[in-house]
């Protein structure tokens, strides 16, 4: 059973730039979750993707974005990026019906 | 908007229960409390979770109280590398609300 992996592990980007990050889900799992962990702070929700869609959204701005691919695979994408978008990134799995996400080993993002 | 308070840290010896509390008052009938950690830096692992009835895997036991106003997660035997921020968690439709966690050290 494989699980949860994102890419990449360390990104560095400029205020204004946009970001893509990549995460594959662990097997079977149809549900992936995105989440912005600051630090010192737990995560927040940023948003959930089912059946390529929007399924739940936590209090992110539009420029926060995101895609679910028919292999369960997943993007997230960030427009304008700001300073206090700099923060680990974390996606989680789940199965659609079971609560319990797990998380993959998240990407960070320093924004300068 | 995390429905769940926590001690901010916590210590425990090596080798002894390590007893992890947990207030959520404001829980509904149908909402699970569930228990994950993080080791520095790392993904967020999924510990336990449960209803109403207390719940024991090969990590670790889950007691909730009978008016599920209150969890504790118990760890039977603290190592060093059960040191980490512990986050009580009310599952809520769409994704998990984190608040800010216990932060344990186990000391040898």
């Known amino acids: 059973e494989t699980g949860v992996t994102q890419s990449p592990t360390h990104l560095i980007k400029t205020r204004g730039q946009q970001v893509t990050l990549r995460c594959s889900s662990q097997s079977g799992h149809n549900t992936v979750s995105w989440y912005q962990q600051a630090l010192g702070q737990g995560p927040q929700f940023i948003f959930q993707?089912?059946?390529?869609?929007?399924?739940g959204r936590g209090n992110f701005p539009p420029r926060f974005s995101g895609l679910q691919f028919p292999n369960y695979s997943s993007e997230l994408n960030v427009n304008a990026l700001e300073l206090d978008d700099s923060a680990l990134y974390l996606c989680?799995?789940?199965?659609?019906?079971?609560?319990?996400?797990?998380f993959g080993p998240g990407t960070r993002l320093t924004v300068l | 908007d995390a429905k769940t308070t926590q001690p901010t840290s916590m210590d425990c010896a090596e080798g002894r229960a390590a007893n992890l509390p947990c207030n959520h008052s404001?829980?509904?009938?149908?909402?699970?409390v569930y228990w994950y950690r993080q080791i520095h830096s790392q993904g967020p692992q999924y510990i336990i979770h449960?209803?109403?009835n207390n719940e024991t895997n090969e990590m670790a036991s889950l007691i909730i109280t009978e008016d599920r106003k209150s969890s504790t997660l118990i760890l039977p035997h603290a190592t060093l590398r059960d040191t980490a921020v512990y986050y009580c968690?009310?599952?809520?439709?769409?994704?998990?609300?984190f608040g800010a966690g216990t932060r344990l050290t186990v000391k040898p």
């Open positions: 993707y089912y059946r390529e869609e929007e399924n």
């Open positions: 968690i009310v599952r809520v439709p769409g994704g998990m609300r």
């Open positions: 989680a799995s789940s199965l659609v019906g079971a609560d319990t996400q797990y």
């Open positions: 449960g209803l109403k």
């Open positions: 404001t829980i509904s009938g149908n909402e699970y």
